[in-house]
């Protein structure tokens, strides 16, 4: 019978992408993205010096036409050390920061960022990925990047890199996966790229790595046992040797990047920064002059007809999505391969989609920098615009992770698994399942209903980018 059931929920719902408000997995709680837009707005104004705001060695800061966000939820407490530094930046420059410096700083400060020096992830943690809810998500991962490996023409050496890996889950579960397939494993050159010290250690725990002594005596070779497969970490994509085939992994990497905000005000675009009061507690404001930023908002509206923009008053830019979307593009165009992005998004502009997650449940965006994690909704138009800029690469998708998974296979996988269960793993997978192509709640669940499975197989999307010489990648043929 359970296996009947997810087979005729699946032809039911895997195939369908719909835009209804519903909590995706990683929120674990309502989801409420405040997109805030207007019926009869203009087209954006060229930001310009204006006569009540003349350039001043003090910066003045234009409050109107401000969003007010709630107030802040947190008792008053010894500040952390974050909290000083972000104070220490505004008052050293004499003024507010961007909201992409915001995020930087609180995610990842070498000291006290959030991703840094702990494990957010899990049940425990602040928010569950799909990786930690179910061993078939990197096992259909592995399926995508072993028929590329394939439409490649099964190169001996590939570089297989994943920007952000978390615990290492994903990547455990797909070189598990992949484990039978020696030819494929045997190619592969596993390269992480992990800021976090922390999430370092746990990703060399889960990958079953061992550490040699290299050549060199001073060089350590690192394997996983898994596949036998080597191993490096990197703070960045730059790092990773070029000259072979790429094959790339960005799994909720894109929503935790540092972005800009915009609002529509009186003169035109204005640029949303953070700032102090007076009573030392932080707040928004809006910039009185032209940013840096406001290059890439232009670029934005660019890749947007007038109709769309003429109907917002707030707008997020992701230079760093932009300008790691070329880097990843380039390298495929010159190295060969391709790159394989799933995050919760829109297929175009996001209006104000920042949002603060701690333990499960949504906080406000300046209470306690650090204690929560800080993401937003992938501007996935901006991300396929920024590719079909760099000659050679070609861009497919996006599509819902349900059709994603669905067609590369999750339906049969979950009936094998089936065939071979308890009571107690069939009732976990058929959850997970859910989890990852469901939408909505369950509508199998019978337990409590605060703890009910909320699929996010809609919310999330997915897009590949490949060498433009090789074939269109599976599953968006």
Same mark, same amino acid.
């Given at each position: 019978?359970?296996?009947?059931?997810?087979?005729?929920?699946?032809? &039911?719902?895997?195939?369908?992408?719909?835009?209804?408000?519903?909590?995706?997995?990683?929120?674990?709680?309502?989801?409420?993205?405040?997109?805030?837009?207007?019926?009869?707005?203009?087209?954006?104004?060229?930001?310009?010096?204006?006569?009540?705001?003349?350039?001043?060695?003090?910066?003045?800061?234009?409050?109107?036409?401000?969003?007010?966000?709630?107030?802040?939820?947190?008792?008053?407490?010894?500040?952390?050390?974050?909290?000083?530094?972000?104070?220490?930046?505004?008052?050293?420059?004499?003024?507010?920061?961007?909201?992409?410096?915001?995020?930087?700083?609180?995610?990842?400060?070498?000291?006290?960022?959030?991703?840094?020096? &702990?494990?957010?992830?899990?049940?425990?943690?602040?928010?569950?990925?799909?990786?930690? +809810?179910?061993?078939?998500?990197?096992?259909?991962?592995?399926?995508?990047?072993?028929?590329? @490996?394939?439409?490649?023409?099964?190169?001996?050496?590939?570089?297989?890199?994943?920007?952000?890996?978390?615990?290492?889950?994903?990547?455990?579960?797909?070189?598990?996966?992949?484990?039978?397939?020696?030819?494929?494993?045997?190619?592969?050159?596993?390269?992480?790229?992990?800021?976090?010290?922390?999430?370092?250690?746990?990703?060399?725990?889960?990958?079953?790595?061992?550490?040699?002594?290299?050549?060199?005596?001073?060089?350590?070779?690192?394997?996983?046992?898994?596949?036998?497969?080597?191993?490096?970490?990197?703070?960045?994509?730059?790092?990773?040797?070029?000259?072979?085939?790429?094959?790339?992994?960005?799994?909720?990497?894109?929503?935790?990047?540092?972005?800009?905000?915009?609002?529509?005000?009186?003169?035109?675009?204005?640029?949303?920064?953070?700032?102090?009061?007076?009573?030392?507690?932080?707040?928004?404001?809006?910039?009185?002059?032209?940013?840096?930023?406001?290059?890439?908002?232009?670029?934005?509206?660019?890749?947007?007809?007038?109709?769309?923009?003429?109907?917002?008053?707030?707008?997020? +830019?992701?230079?760093?999505?932009?300008?790691?979307?070329?880097?990843?593009?380039? &390298?495929?165009?010159?190295?060969?391969?391709?790159?394989?992005?799933?995050?919760?998004?829109?297929?175009?502009?996001?209006?104000?989609?920042?949002?603060?997650?701690?333990?499960?449940?949504?906080?406000?965006?300046?209470?306690?920098?650090?204690?929560?994690?800080?993401?937003?909704? +992938?501007?996935?138009?901006?991300?396929?615009?920024?590719?079909?800029?760099?000659?050679?690469?070609?861009?497919?998708?996006?599509?819902?992770?349900?059709?994603?998974?669905?067609?590369?296979?999750?339906?049969?996988?979950?009936?094998?698994?089936?065939?071979?269960?308890?009571?107690?793993?069939?009732?976990?997978?058929?959850?997970?399942? @859910?989890?990852?192509?469901?939408?909505?709640?369950?509508?199998?669940?019978?337990?409590?209903?605060?703890?009910?499975?909320?699929?996010?197989?809609?919310?999330?999307?997915?897009?590949?980018?490949?060498?433009?010489?090789?074939?269109?990648?599976?599953?968006?043929?």
């Amino acid at each position: 019978m359970l296996r009947k059931f997810l087979l005729q929920a699946s032809i &039911r719902r895997n195939f369908t992408a719909s835009s209804s408000s519903f909590v995706f997995l990683r929120q674990c709680s309502s989801s409420s993205s405040s997109s805030s837009q207007i019926p009869n707005g203009h087209f954006v104004e060229h930001l310009e010096n204006s006569a009540e705001s003349p350039p001043s060695a003090t910066i003045s800061i234009d409050r109107t036409a401000l969003y007010n966000p709630p107030e802040h939820s947190h008792e008053p407490s010894a500040e952390s050390e974050l909290v000083k530094n972000l104070k220490n930046i505004i008052k050293f420059r004499g003024g507010p920061i961007t909201v992409a410096e915001y995020m930087e700083e609180v995610l990842t400060n070498p000291k006290a960022g959030y991703y840094i020096n &702990r494990d957010v992830f899990g049940a425990d943690g602040d928010f569950i990925t799909s990786p930690e +809810v179910s061993q078939m998500f990197g096992e259909m991962i592995g399926v995508w990047a072993m028929c590329l @490996w394939e439409q490649m023409g099964k190169p001996n050496k590939v570089n297989l890199v994943e920007l952000g890996p978390g615990r290492g889950t994903l990547l455990a579960d797909l070189l598990r996966g992949a484990s039978k397939f020696k030819n494929f494993t045997d190619s592969l050159h596993i390269h992480m790229i992990e800021c976090s010290p922390a999430l370092q250690k746990l990703q060399y725990e889960n990958l079953k790595c061992t550490t040699e002594d290299g050549a060199d005596e001073n060089e350590k070779r690192i394997n996983s046992t898994i596949a036998e497969s080597p191993v490096s970490w990197h703070a960045m994509l730059e790092q990773v040797p070029t000259g072979l085939p790429t094959i790339i992994i960005a799994h909720e990497f894109f929503d935790a990047l540092p972005l800009h905000q915009f609002q529509k005000a009186s003169r035109g675009w204005c640029e949303k920064m953070v700032d102090i009061t007076e009573n030392s507690s932080f707040r928004f404001v809006l910039s009185p002059q032209p940013t840096p930023a406001t290059l890439y908002l232009m670029k934005r509206f660019k890749w947007a007809e007038t109709e769309e923009i003429a109907r917002l008053s707030h707008i997020e +830019v992701c230079p760093k999505a932009i300008d790691l979307t070329q880097e990843i593009s380039k &390298r495929i165009a010159i190295d060969g391969g391709g790159a394989l992005i799933i995050d919760y998004g829109v297929n175009g502009i996001v209006s104000n989609s920042l949002q603060a997650i701690r333990k499960h449940k949504f906080v406000d965006i300046l209470d306690n920098p650090g204690s929560a994690d800080l993401s937003a909704y +992938v501007d996935f138009a901006a991300i396929r615009h920024s590719a079909e800029e760099v000659p050679g690469a070609s861009v497919h998708g996006p599509m819902t992770q349900s059709q994603f998974l669905g067609s590369l296979g999750i339906n049969f996988r979950v009936e094998a698994l089936l065939d071979n269960c308890t009571e107690e793993q069939a009732e976990s997978l058929r959850t997970g399942y @859910w989890r990852l192509v469901g939408e909505g709640e369950a509508p199998f669940w019978e337990g409590p209903d605060d703890q009910t499975p909320i699929g996010m197989g809609t919310r999330y999307l997915a897009m590949a980018i490949v060498n433009q010489k090789q074939c269109v990648p599976a599953p968006f043929q």
